[in-house]
Every structure is written in structure tokens, then in C-alpha cells.
């Protein structure tokens, strides 16, 4: 999406064609069948085959724009089959959401869930549900298609539900009592411009326009934004990882790229 941003501001040929040819690869990965976008490893074999994420709701943005730009409506229904496996099978009847899912490769049907990114398979990451949240938002932004609004709608609820006094999330809000409480500041800054996406569409929610702003002026502190000029990055108590091994208080190259998009859509300056 970086080419399709430059294409925009600057109109340049060079750079639509990048994000042209960027979206025929991404295409090239839907599995027909399970009706979903594959998103890690070589497409011929690997443990990751048949399985999906909830972080590639984010990448069908690149999609929907590139159907505009060409006509193709081929590529727009992959977007659309992607979101719609997602939203039917990652989205559990708590509100809460599965990091991946894995699908039989001979007939698509629906295997299980999994995870690479929270504490176990059945917990609530923080950073995939604000990927869902924001996802889509994004979709429905696009498609006009009312269930994926209220989805993110019911996601962005649960996810305020589970705010305590520290504003910014735990990095799995499902810990075990005795696990240690450590934020993600990298899940906050993604949820923020998922709720300023939903904003679009819910112009008079006080609930989302609270969260968002008590969520931004906290990751504005100095317990989470490094004003230092020689550090490695901009926002503190990151995470990385997967699962149990998550590292801790990491700066992430997405955490500081979503904190600047969030202080950017906050003034007014568009969306990053």
C-alpha cells in the first residue's frame, strides 16, 4: 500500500504500477477452494498452506483499489470471499477473535482455529482483534456491505469492555491470574485507527470518540512514546513474538506506523 499511497500524492505511473503488480501476487495467493488469502510462506509446501490470519484483513485495501483502478471485479470478489471466510469463521460468538485458521486444502471445509501471536489458541489477543476491528471497518468502507461494520462495531465494543485503568490493552486480554501484565502498546495504536475508521461511519458515537482519544493521549506518555532522537524507534512496549515467547517491550516498526497514523487522522491531515 506504501507504492498506492505515492501513486496517490504524487500521480506518478511508476508507482501505480508497483501497487498493480503488488496486488496480482497478493490474488495469486487466494485459495479458491477455502475461500481465503494465504498469507506466509511459499506457495508450493509448508506447514502454512492451509491457513490464514487475521492480520491479512488489512492487506485487502490493496485489493479493492486495485479493482477501481482496473476494472477487474476478479480481484475485488477475492477481497470480498477473503472477508467473508474471516468474518464467518475467526470471529467467535464472544466477540472476541482467532489469530489464524486452517482449512482443508482438498475440499476447503473449515478445519480449526490456531495461533501464532496469543497466549493459546482459545485466548483474546489484543493485536488481532484491533487488526479485525480496523479490517473491517476498512472492508466495509469499501463495499458498503452492513455486516462488516457491525462486526467491527461488535469487536471495537468487546475491546473497550476490556480496557482497565492502564487505558493501553494487555497483551492478551484472556492471561491466566499469575501470567505477568504486560501492555502492547502496538495493539493500541492499531485499534485507535480502527476506531477513527469506524468514526467515519459513526460520526456520534461518544463511546468509540472517548476510547480513541483516552487511548491516544496515553500512548502519547512517556511510558510509551520515546522522544529520544537515537532510539531505535518511536513507541515503547511493543510486542513481538508469538504466543508465550512474545518479546517484550519491543519498538515496532507497525506500532510507530500506526501511532503516526492515528496523531495524523487526529489532525486532520488524512489517513497515512
Known amino acids: 500500500m506504501y507504492s498506492v499511497a505515492l501513486y496517490k500524492l504524487t500521480g506518478d505511473k511508476e508507482h501505480r504500477d508497483v501497487g498493480l503488480r503488488s496486488a496480482e501476487v497478493l490474488a495469486q495467493r487466494f485459495n479458491e477452494k477455502g475461500g481465503f488469502i494465504r498469507a506466509w510462506g511459499r506457495m508450493d509446501t509448508d506447514e502454512f498452506n492451509n491457513m490464514a490470519i487475521i492480520d491479512c484483513l488489512m492487506n485487502l485495501p490493496l485489493l479493492y483499489w486495485a479493482s477501481n483502478e482496473t476494472g477487474d471485479k476478479k480481484i475485488y470478489d477475492i477481497a470480498v470471499r477473503h472477508a467473508d471466510t474471516t468474518l464467518k469463521n475467526f470471529v467467535r460468538a464472544d466477540d472476541s477473535v482467532y489469530h489464524a485458521y486452517r482449512f482443508d486444502l482438498a475440499t476447503g471445509k473449515p478445519l480449526r482455529g490456531d495461533t501464532y501471536g496469543g497466549c493459546a489458541v482459545e485466548s483474546h489477543w489484543a493485536r488481532g482483534t484491533a487488526w479485525a476491528i480496523y479490517g473491517f471497518a476498512l472492508s466495509y468502507g469499501y463495499t458498503r456491505d452492513p455486516k462488516y461494520l457491525v462486526a467491527s462495531l461488535r469487536l471495537a465494543r468487546k475491546f473497550i469492555a476490556n480496557l ?25 495504536s492499531v485499534a485507535v485507527c480502527g476506531f477513527q475508521e469506524l468514526l467515519k461511519h459513526q460520526a456520534g458515537d461518544r463511546q468509540m470518540q472517548t476510547a ?17 532522537p537515537n532510539c531505535p524507534g518511536l513507541q515503547k512496549q511493543g510486542m513481538v513474538g508469538d504466543g508465550n515467547k512474545m518479546g517484550r517491550n519491543a519498538y515496532t516498526s507497525w506500532g510507530d506506523y500506526y501511532l503516526m497514523e492515528a496523531l495524523s487522522r487526529e489532525l486532520g491531515l488524512g489517513d497515512g
Request: hydrophobic share 50%.
Open 164 to 188: 482497565d485503568p492502564e487505558i493501553v490493552p494487555l497483551w492478551d486480554f484472556k492471561l491466566v491470574p499469575a501470567a505477568p501484565r504486560i501492555r502492547d502498546a502496538s495493539a493500541a
Open 212 to 228: 480513541a482519544w483516552r487511548l491516544l493521549l496515553r500512548l502519547c506518555c512517556d511510558d510509551y512514546l520515546d522522544r529520544n
